[in-house]
């Protein structure tokens, strides 16, 4: 059974999409612990993140650069922080989280209140600075 990750790939869950490209997607994550919290997945479908093959993990962190630049570029961060734990969905994936503020949290157990709205704005705004 495709995990909900894959179903968003394939367009069967909407999402707010950040970017994607052949073998990678980008969106934010429904429930953030900070603005423009971003998830990046691979679109191949491999539970633990360190059993992606090595090529394919490298250009995983690769495209997840590009993303966090954009999310820097496009919102007022300090920088953009990397969580990997791997237990709530099982397809790997890397949680971007933009940090706004010294002493921020940036663990995944405190949820931050993100409306419909701001969530489509800050998508629009980090996949424009993606594309630059």
């Known amino acids: 059974m495709a995990s909900i990750f894959t179903k968003i790939i394939q367009g069967e869950i909407p999402c707010y999409k950040i970017a994607e490209d052949d073998y990678h997607f980008a969106f934010l994550d429904i429930n953030p612990v900070s603005e423009g919290h971003t998830l990046v997945v691979p679109k191949q479908e491999v539970d633990y993140l360190f059993n992606l093959e090595d090529d394919t993990l490298k250009s995983l962190i690769i495209f997840a650069k ?3 630049k954009a999310i820097d570029a496009s919102l007022d961060t300090i920088r953009t922080g990397v969580v990997v734990e791997g237990l709530e969905v099982p397809h790997a994936h890397i ?3 933009p940090i706004h503020y ?3 949290h940036v663990g995944l157990g405190k949820k931050a209140e993100v409306s419909k709205e701001r969530m489509i704005e800050l998508a629009e705004r980090i996949s424009e600075a993606f594309k630059k």
Do not use: T
Request: proline letters at 0%; a neutral charge.
């Open 66 to 68: 590009k993303v966090a």
């Open 95 to 97: 949680h971007l989280v």
């Open 102 to 104: 010294e002493g921020q």
